[in-house]
């Protein structure tokens, strides 16, 4: 179950997950896949977009404004407004909506906006339904109220997926009933809670009771959460992931040689949510960045010292039971075969009859849950994979040149489709603010380009760029089983001719100025 608020300008509301990613950004020659027709059901059925579009209208135009026009009559606005949605509703798709109807200039986002979002997360359900194999139209019960009427939904997303997305699009996790899970678990679930999202501040709870003036402090100037798109998430996933890995080996070389706690770095340093990210790029400033035109200079912290308290907490769970991440990077595209392989070793496998998965992993570290394994093995037995209990990034593969695939895998869930067109294969008209220079937007964009010293700068902005999080994984081992599915030198020679058939790029880097350009001919 997730939450949102915003704020007069202050509200807020409560929800949960949404459809194939879109960014406001990436709007061009997407692949969209269709969804197979819904099962026989003896249940009231309804489908999930429409639930969560009339939902929102529901809110923005007759809830919202209600509101608003009773706050006119006692003399002063509500300080919040608190919108609860089902626990099958879909975060990413509630915050477009938000976006959208602000462009669209609704009356009553001009005294409000959408400022906060919550999730809460059922503690003890916790396990069960990230090892889950099941569709959402396969658990009516999520979307039922206590002792309500259970009523299904069209939907073949996973649970799992459904799952992750709650926990990723949120300022605040709430992991509620702790009273009825053990220490270990609580623990071993903050870890968890804090790698998928870095950013978010998160707080246990039992019987749904909190600080109100933790999640519902002081208005801010914006939550990173309701501002962000698809793109922003999962590049922030990626800088985040980045910092707690360099932080991660920096304590375990410090404490191998006697000198714990003492930690060097150099670069430029800003936070999201209270996670610091050190990036090479940029002056040492306020993180800022635009949408649909408009700056938007924020500092993405929650709560101050109890955030930081918070967070310091579920970062050293993470440490004791083995909960990491890292990102795998690298400038060279994928062997679709083989990279299938790699794939497969993931708890994703399929009966080709049945369509049903097969696979009975469960997440590692729960009661009854798989040990991770120590080594990999492509033709049978354990593989590291397992260990992975999330990954996703931006992929590039060789049989798909000018697209950028996106890969997002949790628990028995894995899917990889095309995002759009690399942006160095978008015209600059079609970039953000058309590619003008003095765009943030543009700058975070031209930061994914190799840079000209790479042998890889001639191929723009494409790479992997993969965030892997898991418990007990074997870093070196999953990179050196993705670095076979790389091409040979004597693959890119193959590739470099076939990509000359291809449409060439139409935006380079001038490296001079570090600013796009017009490709020439």
């Known amino acids: 179950m997730a939450a949102l608020a915003a704020t007069p300008r202050t509200s807020s509301c409560r929800c949960a997950a ?11 020659s997407h692949q969209h896949e269709t969804s197979p027709p819904p099962r026989a059901s003896t249940l009231p059925r309804r ?30 606005l509500y300080d919040r407004m608190i919108i609860e949605l089902s626990g099958v509703a879909e975060p990413k798709n509630i915050r477009r909506e938000f976006v959208e109807a602000a462009e669209a200039g609704h009356i009553a986002l001009n005294v409000c906006e959408l400022q906060t979002m919550i999730t809460v997360v059922d503690s003890p359900s916790f396990s069960e339904l990230y090892s889950s194999k099941e569709s959402i139209q396969n658990r009516p019960d999520l979307c039922a109220e206590d002792g309500g009427e259970q009523e299904a939904i069209d939907s073949e997303r996973k649970v ?3 799952l992750v997305e709650q926990i990723e699009c949120a300022d605040f996790i709430v992991l509620n009933k702790k009273d009825k899970c053990a220490d270990e678990t609580m623990d071993t679930l903050a870890g968890i809670a804090a790698n998928i999202n870095p950013t978010a ?7 749904g009771k909190v600080p109100l003036d933790t999640v519902f402090g002081a208005p801010k100037s914006g939550s990173w959460v309701c501002k962000a798109d698809d793109e922003d998430d999962l590049r922030d996933a990626v800088a985040a992931a980045k910092q707690l890995s360099k932080k991660r080996k920096a304590s375990e070389t410090a404490v191998g040689h ?21 990036e090479s790029h940029g002056e040492a400033h306020g993180h800022t960045h635009e949408h649909g035109g408009v700056p938007c200079t924020e500092t993405h912290g929650h709560g101050g010292a109890a955030s930081d308290t918070s967070r310091q907490a579920s970062t050293t769970a993470a440490q004791k039971y083995g909960i990491t991440s890292f990102v795998y990077s690298r400038r060279r595209p994928f062997h679709p075969q083989r990279l299938m ?27 009854g849950g798989e040990a991770a ?13 397992r260990a992975v209990i999330r990954s996703k990034g931006f992929v590039w593969v060789a049989n798909q040149h000018r697209s950028a695939q996106y890969w997002s895998h949790a ?35 031209v930061d994914d380009f190799a840079p000209q010293a790479d042998a890889a700068a001639k191929w723009g902005d494409r790479r992997q760029e993969i965030v892997f999080i898991g418990i007990g994984m074997k870093e070196d081992k999953i990179e050196e089983l993705l670095d076979t599915c790389l091409l040979s030198d004597q693959e890119m020679l193959l590739y470099q001719s076939q990509a000359e058939k291809a449409p060439p790029d139409v935006v380079a880097l001038d490296f001079a100025t570090m600013t796009p350009k017009i490709a020439s001919a």
């Open 373 to 385: 394994p120590a080594e990999a093995s492509v033709e049978g037995g354990p593989s590291v994979m």
């Open 258 to 278: 006697g000198t714990a706690g003492h930690e060097h770095g150099h670069g430029h340093a800003h936070e999201h949510g209270g996670v610091q990210c050190t």
């Open 341 to 367: 392989k790699v794939i497969l070793q993931l708890p994703v496998k399929v009966d080709p009859n049945s369509g049903d998965l097969v696979d009975n992993w469960e997440l590692p570290g729960a009661a």
């Open 411 to 445: 628990g028995h869930y894995f899917e990889l489709r095309a995002l759009g067109l690399w942006w160095a294969a978008t015209a600059l008209e079609q970039w953000p603010d058309q590619g003008k220079t003095e765009s943030k937007e543009v700058k975070r964009i």
């Open 160 to 162: 799992v997926d459904l």
């Open 47 to 76: 489908r999930a977009p429409l639930i969560l579009r009339c939902c929102l209208r529901v809110c923005a135009q007759q809830g919202i404004s209600q509101l608003l026009r009773l706050a006119n009559r006692r003399g002063h």
């Open 201 to 207: 501040q998160v707080v246990t709870a039992e019987w």
């Open 18 to 28: 949404g459809p194939p990613l879109h960014t406001h950004k990436r709007q061009r």
